[in-house]
């Protein structure tokens, strides 16, 4: 019973955070994921033939979310484009959840798998990418 609870908490926490590392999750996963814990965002329909993503944007169109994904449907990297007004919100986020690893540079280890986050400015925006160290 007690590993039950503590596995239910842990579980809960690591998917509490929006920072979250969803590389290697399906699809499906992820859509659960973003209806059960990001109902802010909206999904989009998207036809490209480059890259297969699912792709999430709030209501105010100040933040779209990508998870790019195989054609075994695994999400392989995920990118937020967000507002410059949101940048310090999520650089305080990922101190708390990841090791920081430079200006605007983190490293996550999952599962034996090393990831980079990494936040880059634009002129408007920002872009936030979470994708394997290679």
Do not use: H
């Amino acid at each position: 019973m007690r590993f039950i609870t503590l596995f239910s908490i842990m579980f809960l926490t690591v998917f509490y955070s929006y920072g979250q590392n969803l590389i290697g999750y399906r699809g499906r996963e992820i859509q659960k994921y973003m209806v059960e814990n990001r109902s802010d965002m909206n999904s989009e329909i998207v036809t490209n033939t480059r890259f297969r993503y699912l792709k999430y944007s709030d209501s105010s169109d100040n933040q779209t979310l990508l998870f790019f994904i195989t054609s075994d449907s695994i999400c392989k990297s995920v990118r937020l484009i967000c507002n410059q007004n949101a940048k310090a919100e999520k650089v305080k986020e990922f101190n708390s959840i990841y090791k920081p690893n430079g200006e605007n540079k983190w490293s996550d280890k999952r599962d034996g798998k090393e990831y980079r986050i990494e936040i880059k400015d634009d002129k408007w925006s920002c872009t936030i990418t979470i994708e394997p160290d290679k």
